[in-house]
């Protein structure tokens, strides 16, 4: 286990427990989805460079769509 892996894991899974919190207060689904996929994955991950890459990815992907759903 490397050390920027044990980081970077540690950031999406707290960034993913906020933003499932944020889905669960509000009742929608895909801030909920979107955080426990970020909280979960990184067990599944061991390369580094693809576990922020997928992070980055889901993050993107969430915002992407919080802009395409107000419009």
Request: glycine letters at 14%; proline letters at 3%.
């Amino acid at each position: 286990m490397d050390a920027a892996w044990l980081m970077w894991s540690g950031l999406f899974s707290i960034l993913g427990m906020a933003i499932f919190t944020y889905g669960r207060r509000k009742n929608v689904a895909a801030p909920t989805l979107i955080g426990v996929a970020l909280m979960v994955y990184p067990y599944f991950v061991s390369n580094t460079y693809l576990m922020v890459g997928v992070g980055v990815f889901l993050i993107g992907g969430l915002f992407v769509g919080s802009r395409l759903e107000g419009s």
